[in-house]
């Protein structure tokens, strides 16, 4: 099956500082792709590259086998940090006004209400919205244009458990209507529950990529982190009780 997504040898410096080094990876059609890494490893630039509002130093990017050029890009939807939201207005207003923004038509508001699960909810202000809601009003934006491709940063960051379960359930169910979704992650264990593919990421360089059964079990990868203790507690991180597990074990699968 064609990539959706093919990122060839791409290399980005901030000045002097190199965010990444030579990654490439595809993502395959109708994946749930998890980008891993601790902070600061990539991630968030990796994604501004794939949408488009970063320009790689060098390297390609292919989009459904052609040079990923604005226009085409314009099928990707994203959700990159939660957007500013009026909390005096309904959430089906915030929509409109999102839509007016986007340059997207009103006429896909309805269903994108709908596949978030707050077509109930879509008249009552953004204010009495919970969080996971309020995160879901924001993939409901990411929807608006009825992309292929979805992109989201972070998606469960500073959610509480309800909101992350909601969200996490909320991209396998897109997912398994169609969508690609590219997110990045700084969890283990959301990657394992949530995504099919997995890119590790390590100040800037690709680790490893490819289906997270096969990857996160990988012979390879749990001596890469064995032998960096650091990789394996910042890969941990966020992950309750890691210190204990991290002296118990010193493979990335049994941090469990
Ligand atoms: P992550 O999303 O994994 O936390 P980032 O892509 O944000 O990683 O950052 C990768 C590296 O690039 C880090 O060293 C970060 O400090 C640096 N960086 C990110 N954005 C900028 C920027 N606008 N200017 C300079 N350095 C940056």
């Known amino acids: 099956m064609q990539p959706v997504l093919s990122l060839n040898g791409i290399t980005k410096f901030y000045g002097k500082i190199q965010a990444l080094n030579n990654v490439s990876f595809d993502v395959p059609e109708g994946s749930v792709f998890g980008i891993l890494g601790p902070n600061g490893?990539?991630?968030?630039?990796?994604?501004?590259?794939?949408?488009?509002?970063?320009?790689?130093?060098?390297g390609s990017f292919e989009f459904f086998g052609k040079p990923a050029t604005s226009i085409l890009r314009k099928d990707i939807g994203t959700l990159l940090e939660t957007p500013n939201f009026y909390h005096?207005?309904?959430?089906?207003?915030?929509?409109?006004?999102?839509?007016?923004?986007?340059?997207?038509?009103?006429?896909?508001?309805?269903?994108?209400?709908?596949k978030v699960n707050?077509?109930?909810?879509?008249?009552?202000?953004?204010?009495?919205?919970?969080?996971?809601?309020?995160?879901?009003?924001?993939?409901?934006?990411?929807?608006?244009?009825?992309?292929?491709?979805?992109?989201?940063?972070?998606?469960?960051?500073?959610?509480?458990?309800?909101?992350?379960?909601?969200?996490?359930?909320?991209i396998k169910r897109l997912a398994g209507e169609g969508k690609t979704i590219i997110m990045a992650s700084?969890?283990?264990?959301e990657v394992e529950k949530v995504c099919t593919h997995v890119a590790i990421?390590?100040?800037?360089?690709?680790?490893?990529?490819?289906?997270?059964?096969?990857?996160?079990?990988?012979?390879d990868i749990v001596?890469?982190?064995?032998n960096n203790l650091s990789q394996l507690?910042?890969?941990?991180?966020?992950?309750?009780?890691?210190?204990?597990?991290?002296?118990?074990?010193?493979?990335?699968?049994?941090?469990y």
Request: proline share 5%.
């Open 233 to 255: 507690e910042l890969v941990a991180s966020g992950l309750p009780g890691y210190t204990t597990i991290k002296k118990q074990s010193n493979c990335i699968h049994a941090l």
């Open 88 to 114: 005096y207005l309904s959430g089906e207003r915030n929509l409109a006004i999102a839509a007016e923004i986007k340059g997207k038509g009103r006429e896909n508001i309805p269903a994108a209400l709908e």
């Open 186 to 189: 700084h969890m283990l264990d």
């Open 118 to 170: 707050l077509t109930e909810r879509r008249t009552s202000k953004f204010s009495t919205y919970s969080l996971g809601m309020k995160q879901r009003l924001a993939i409901a934006s990411a929807l608006l244009g009825n992309p292929t491709v979805l992109v989201f940063d972070e998606p469960t960051n500073g959610l509480d458990p309800v909101g992350i379960a909601e969200i996490r359930e909320l």
């Open 41 to 58: 490893s990539g991630k968030t630039t990796m994604l501004g590259i794939v949408m488009d509002v970063l320009k790689p130093t060098s």
């Open 201 to 219: 990421m390590k100040r800037g360089k690709l680790l490893a990529s490819g289906p997270v059964d096969e990857i996160l079990v990988n012979e």
């Open 223 to 226: 001596e890469i982190s064995a």
